[in-house]
């Protein structure tokens, strides 16, 4: 089976792909910042079984540089994608305000922060197509730019925080403790744990919807209540594969074998 991975030089779970040992498996890498000539070119020459587009937006590239490359590669080629992906708006799923129109029962209080007008006493502030706990803001003044670009989120004050991997809606059931960003320190992943009864009936609830192959979700716990942050559709693992010895990009590409 040949796989094409599109991916961007930002990806820091690339070097895991490298490691899955399968003799019937060929994957070749193809960085989504090249000029779109060259991608196709080279997934023409490859001529692969599946296309794996990671996450076109981690990265320094522009956000529309990078569906205007999507699209043209989606509108114009028949290949077959991991991940079911059908169209543009399955790249755009990273929205968080397209999450939070899906799945807002289970999420703190969200709104487009040009609507904001003092509804929340805490709050915290987020681009909606965004990587990496980047362009974080916890004060709405900082904001210069196109406030349609930003969501603003109720914060809730989390007891845990935890990041769940879901491969094919099958829950991984190790998941990574996380500290909550704030205004001075960065997210970090500290520890793994198993997931609680509880919890693992609130992720079963969420992904009912889930139709992409593997995500992770971002979830807090507050007062006896669990809460979805955001969901990513095609996660970073290098840190997961630390604390476990799971390599997700060789689960991911088996499932497709079997």
Known sequence: MKISVI???D???LPLFLLINNKNVFIDFILLNENIKTIISKIKKNNPDYI???DPFNSTLDVNSSIKKLEYIMDNFNWQYIDNISGIDDFLFED???QYKKYSKFMPKTMLLSQYNNNYKNYIVKKRISSKAKWIFFDINEIDWNKDDYIIQERIKAEKEYRIYVLKNYIIPVWLIKTTKTSTTKVLVKDKTDIPFELNKFIKD???WNKFDLIWLDIIY???KYYLLEI???PQF???FKLTSINLAEELINSYLN
């Open 96 to 98: 968080k305000f397209i």
């Open 238 to 240: 290098k840190k997961f």
């Open 206 to 208: 969420i992904i009912k």
């Open 52 to 54: 794996y587009i990671r």
């Open 11 to 13: 990806d820091a779970s």
């Open 7 to 9: 991916t961007t030089i």
């Open 222 to 224: 507050s007062g006896n």
């Open 232 to 234: 990513n559709r095609s």
